[in-house]
């Protein structure tokens, strides 16, 4: 099914970018995401998550904390290219696309709304926008349940609520689902997987973490120059060279 973006999600994605572009950086993550979905002003995502006590005055705050500056005033190019916003993205956050683009389907949709990408949000687990949802005491899983109930519109939802949560403690979700992990994960440079390893038991065990970085598939860091200046330096010795 060939998925697109409502003109809600693209206003989500215009005023991440626009976040991201006033606090100068050149990456666009979920908690951009998160404060374009807060700007909606509208919305059954935008409902739930106000009424839970989380507004875009406290995301911009986690922001400001992040990259260590206030926001500056900024104006708006006229009509951004889509492909100028997408290659600002986190690998993180195309993930979370993924995932959004994952729950329309199971809706029989081919649209992509800001629900489904507050719950691609969740499903994905591991972001900033998660422990920001955490830190202001909201329950992802009961806003997973909710949300889906609210936009199921009376249809049957796969893998939702108890299933959910046993996707992510390991045990067989579903089969689309996995294969979306599976081309997020194996994905080299080149599109490939990796089958002829010369360390097949390393790439069964552990991950390339290298490799990884020269694929731009970790999120950005910021505000650890010195921390990682020091394992740096830790590493380079020729004695006692375990920064652990």
Do not use: W
Not at 16 to 28: M, P, Q
Not at 55 to 83: L, W
Not at 117 to 123: E, Y
Not at 217 to 239: A, H, K, S, Y
């Amino acid at each position: 099914m060939m998925m697109r973006l409502s003109e809600r999600s693209g206003g989500v994605l215009v005023t991440a970018y626009s976040t991201a572009k006033s606090f100068g950086l050149n990456y666009i993550g979920t908690e951009h995401l998160l404060a374009g979905i807060l700007a909606e002003h509208e919305g059954f995502a935008y409902n739930m998550l106000t009424q839970a006590g989380l507004t875009i005055e406290k995301v911009q705050a986690v922001i400001m904390k992040m990259s260590g500056r206030e926001p500056d005033e900024i104006e708006m190019e006229a009509n951004i290219e889509p492909e100028k916003i997408i290659s600002m993205f986190t690998p993180r956050t195309k993930r979370v696309f993924e995932l959004g683009g994952y729950e329309a389907s199971i809706r029989k949709l081919d649209i992509i709304q800001p629900e489904h990408i507050l719950l691609g949000i969740i499903r994905e687990g591991d972001s900033v926008a998660m422990r920001l949802l955490r830190a202001n005491k909201i329950d992802p899983r009961a806003l997973y349940d909710q949300l889906s109930r609210k936009i199921s519109s009376g249809k049957t939802i796969r893998n939702t609520g108890d299933e959910m949560m046993r996707d992510q403690a390991g045990q067989p979700e579903d089969p689309d689902i996995n294969e979306i992990n599976r081309n997020l994960s194996q994905r080299d440079g080149k599109g490939k997987e990796k089958n002829n390893s010369k360390t097949p038991s390393l790439d069964k065990f552990g991950r390339d973490l290298t490799q990884m970085a020269r694929e731009e598939r970790f999120d950005p860091i910021i505000g650890r120059e010195d921390e990682i200046n020091r394992v740096m330096q830790i590493l380079c010795r020729r004695t006692k060279n375990n920064p652990v």
